[in-house]
């Protein structure tokens, strides 16, 4: 069940990664993702989720003059953490995006990840 939640939070972390949208707003994606770049976005997923972590604690402890520096670093880490597995951000959250639509891609990134389906 925790698992769950942590996934339902990765795949509503859109926002993080995202600094232009993959495509317009409320047009969903007509290609069918592969299951390569599945694998990709949920590897991509659980380091971006670590990172999350890792940066959440970062910043609660950095200087007020600081944490602005910590955001651009932990920026340019999530898409290290994207781009590192293959995909472009872009890509990325069309998949994202598409799982949030999608229960059929939420499903398959869920498998991926290792967590049990409710």
């Given at each position: 069940?925790h698992?769950?939640?942590?996934?339902?939070?990765?795949?509503?972390?859109?926002?993080?990664?995202?600094?232009?949208?993959?495509?317009?707003?409320?047009?969903?994606?007509?290609?069918?993702?592969?299951?390569?770049?599945?694998?990709?976005?949920?590897?991509?997923?659980?380091?971006?989720?670590?990172?999350?972590?890792?940066?959440?604690?970062?910043?609660?402890q950095?200087?007020?003059?600081?944490?602005?520096?910590?955001?651009?670093?932990?920026?340019?880490?999530?898409?290290?953490?994207?781009?590192?597995?293959?995909?472009?951000?872009?890509?990325?959250?069309?998949?994202?995006?598409?799982?949030?639509?999608?229960?059929?891609?939420?499903?398959?990134?869920?498998?991926?990840l290792?967590?049990?389906?409710?």
């Amino acid at each position: 069940m925790h698992r769950v939640r942590t996934i339902a939070a990765i795949v509503g972390m859109l926002s993080v990664v995202s600094l232009t949208p993959a495509y317009s707003q409320g047009q969903p994606t007509t290609a069918p993702i592969s299951d390569q770049k599945l694998d990709q976005a949920a590897a991509a997923m659980a380091r971006i989720n670590s990172l999350h972590k890792s940066y959440q604690e970062k910043l609660t402890q950095a200087p007020p003059d600081q944490q602005n520096s910590v955001i651009a670093e932990a920026n340019n880490a999530l898409q290290k953490a994207v781009t590192d597995q293959g995909l472009s951000v872009d890509e990325y959250n069309t998949i994202i995006k598409s799982a949030q639509n999608d229960p059929a891609v939420r499903d398959k990134l869920v498998q991926r990840l290792g967590a049990p389906k409710e």
